[in-house]
């Protein structure tokens, strides 16, 4: 990850394998997991990577210490869009 990235948070997924969850200046988070990296553009919402498990799960922690107050999920109409919000790979 580049230098726009100013909080870094490791996460650990199901599997053990670790994962380096990010934020930048503006408040964009971002992965260093394969399925977040690499998403297809088509899948992306607003010009934007959808967030990946470890994303949700950050927010969702982040959420419950108070850190944040709201995050978005994205679009529940889209069917592919809905994912749960644990860990997972
Ligand atoms: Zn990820």
Redesign the pocket.
């Given at each position: 990850m580049n230098d726009k990235w100013i909080t870094r948070w490791p996460v650990v997924g199901t599997s053990g394998k670790k994962?380096t969850?990010a934020q930048d200046r503006e408040g964009n988070f971002g992965?260093d997991?394969q399925?977040?990296m690499f998403q297809p553009r088509e899948r992306w919402l607003n010009g934007k990577r959808r967030d990946?498990?470890?994303?949700l799960n950050k927010k969702l922690e982040l959420l419950q210490a108070g850190t944040i107050t709201s995050f978005s999920l994205p679009s529940l109409d889209d069917k592919k869009s809905v994912r749960i919000v644990r860990l997972e790979d």
């Open positions: 994962y969850v992965c997991c399925s977040w990946c498990q470890h994303i």
